[in-house]
């Protein structure tokens, strides 16, 4: 495929569980982000990736989110003991180290937390 | 505070009409300026990027401008389509952290038959 893709696409899960999403980026691409998008907001920054590295992970909002790369390829975004205000869509991007570092975004896994 | 604002927060027009969507950032120091397309339950697509120097771009039926003096920008949808129908964010670098973009809210944009 030529995008970038995540799965799965929809997430529902109970409070307290812990829920992993995956992105698969574009060949080639050296950086890859990580996103959340509440229903009707902007999206917010969680954790940049150049390689396998994550040289800023400033917007993981707490210790119950981590996130790896492996490869310089797929990425996963962990969360642990899920709670209600996690509720919200996951958007990852890549794209080339350039100036302009133009992202290319997935579909995103829409995650529900009951 | 690096920040962008978006207005309207939401707007409907009929099909066929033209339209323009503001922008105003608070990024220093500034490096360039986006603006996305993004579909509902999809991510966010580029229409066009633009440096300091650039005053307008233009992506088919889109064009962007920008004025880096008065830190503001627009997107002005000519002959707007059903298809337009969008949140249009507009998206903010600095030069120390051209990786780390500063997002505005979006305006929702409904096209009407």
């Known amino acids: 495929g030529a995008g970038v893709s995540q799965s799965p696409s929809n997430k529902v899960t109970e409070k307290g569980k812990d829920v992993e999403l995956r992105c698969d980026p574009i060949?080639?691409?050296?950086?890859l982000y990580w996103y959340r998008q509440r229903l009707g907001q902007g999206l917010e920054f969680l954790i940049y990736?150049?390689?396998?590295?994550?040289?800023?992970k400033s917007g993981l909002p707490s210790d119950r989110f981590s996130a790896e790369r492996t490869g310089e390829s797929v990425s996963t975004l962990t969360i642990q003991r899920t709670q209600q205000e996690d509720s919200a869509v996951y958007l990852c991007?890549?794209?080339?180290?350039?100036?302009?570092?133009?992202?290319?975004f997935g579909p995103g896994t829409r995650l529900t937390v009951l | 505070k690096n920040q962008v604002e978006q207005s309207p927060q939401s707007l409907i027009i009929l099909e066929g009409k033209n339209c323009t969507l503001q922008?105003?950032?608070?990024?220093?120091?500034?490096?360039?300026l986006r603006w996305y397309k993004q579909d509902t339950g999809r991510g966010p697509v580029s229409l066009t990027i633009?440096?300091?120097s650039e005053n307008t771009k233009s992506n088919g039926r889109y064009t962007a401008t920008l004025d880096a003096d008065t830190k503001q920008s627009s997107l002005h949808i000519t002959a707007s389509q059903l298809s337009d129908s969008a949140s249009y964010i507009c998206?903010?670098?600095?030069?120390?952290?051209?990786?780390?973009?500063?997002w505005g809210a979006g305006t929702k944009l409904i096209i009407k038959p």
């Open positions: 991007a890549s794209s080339l180290i350039t100036v302009y570092n133009e992202q290319f």
């Open positions: 922008c105003n950032y608070t990024v220093s120091p500034f490096s360039n």
């Open positions: 990736f150049q390689g396998n590295s994550a040289p800023d």
């Open positions: 060949s080639g691409h050296t950086a």
């Open positions: 633009m440096t300091f």
């Open positions: 998206v903010v670098s600095a030069v120390e952290s051209n990786y780390q973009l500063i």
